[in-house]
């Protein structure tokens, strides 16, 4: 079987959530050494993640967290509702 192609805006991306998830919370220059990523795509990308709805900027300490989406993300599946809770 073929290796699979890598995206790399994905693992860009990817990287950001991550290190924005272990973390708590990071500045752009923080979130940037943390993914290896120059400034400038780091920006981007975390522009990119705030638009979905998946990190926000804390608007006081001009740093990047996790939202309830991406919590509910690393999670994990939740549970299928039950056939007879159906509409």
Known sequence: ?????????IGRG??????VSH??????TEIMRASRMPYA???R????LVAEGWIE???TRKRY???????????GPVAPRP???RP
């Not at 967290?65 to 999670?75: Q, S």
């Open 14 to 19: 990817l990287a950001v959530l991550q290190a």
């Open 57 to 59: 900027r804390d608007p």
């Open 23 to 28: 973390a708590g919370a990071l500045s752009i």
């Open 1 to 9: 079987m073929a290796q699979a192609a890598r995206i790399r805006s």
């Open 41 to 43: 795509t780091a920006y």
């Open 45 to 48: 990308i975390v522009q990119a």
């Open 65 to 75: 967290r996790g939202t309830p989406l991406l919590r509910a993300f690393a999670d």
């Open 83 to 85: 056939a007879s809770d």
